[in-house]
């Protein structure tokens, strides 16, 4: 994870309390769901950033499908992980350093990391994201949905978090910054392996889209109502 004025102290065990106990490795259903989340964006011989690459997990899956792979982080026992992993890493404060890797990346991606910044760094991060980009480059944003009570658990479960976000957030915070909004939804709903497990996650996701049908419905309105949302955005070329 990576932020940037929350006090160091708030992180100690952070990886611990995260359950990141095998740095680098990626399960089944981390490469379904990684898979899905990337639909439409090739990686294979791209260059790829994470901004606070956590476990390592996309990295280490975005890697073996034929990724140049670099990533960012604060804490000291997974930037070690990623120096055994040879992954080049940048410093965390982009908007700083944005210039020298002007253009040089395919794609940014940043999953459960921009909710740890105050608005005022979401949008220097942005700006600093869109000049990292090539032109064409996607930059891919996993948050929780501050505009579902169903996104409470997530935001307000973890102490580090400091900005609600939604995809209405961002298109205001970007006004200025020069994005291609090409899809906000649900975090992908990977369908797992074994007949049990599907027909599990199927019945799941069947009764969030009618939940989500009728809350639409009922307050004539148009949104996810998942508790955790995926915006991609893209640099125009």
């Not at 973890?158 to 649900?186: K, M, N, W």
Request: aromatic share 10%.
């Amino acid at each position: 994870m990576q932020a940037t004025s929350d006090p160091q102290s708030l992180y100690a065990g952070y990886e611990e309390w995260k359950g990141w106990h095998r740095p680098f490795t990626f399960t089944d259903d981390d490469s379904r769901y990684f898979a899905g989340e990337m639909r439409g964006i090739d990686v294979a011989g791209k260059r790829v950033l994470e901004i606070g690459f956590g476990s390592g997990s996309f990295l280490a899956w975005a890697r073996a499908r034929g990724a140049e792979v670099a990533g960012i982080e604060i804490i000291e026992s997974l930037l070690e992980a990623a120096r055994r992993e040879g992954v080049e890493l940048i410093d965390p404060a982009i908007e700083d350093i944005a210039g020298d890797h002007a253009g040089q990346f395919d794609v940014i991606v940043a999953f459960d990391v921009f909710e740890h910044f105050p608005l005022d760094v979401v949008v220097s991060r942005l700006a600093a994201a869109r000049t990292m980009l090539k032109p064409g480059g996607h930059l891919v944003l996993r948050f929780p949905n501050a505009q579902s009570p169903f996104g409470l658990p997530p935001q307000n479960g973890d102490p580090t978090h400091r900005s609600a976000l939604s995809r209405s957030v961002f298109e205001q915070l970007c006004q200025a910054i020069p994005f291609e909004f090409v899809r906000y939804t649900p975090s992908y709903r990977a369908s797992g392996k074994g007949i049990a497990k599907r027909i599990v996650r199927g019945l799941r996701g069947a009764l969030r889209d009618g939940i989500s049908w009728l809350l639409n419905f009922v307050y004539a309105s148009n949104i996810p109502w998942d508790s955790v949302v995926v915006l991609v955005l893209r640099k125009p070329a």
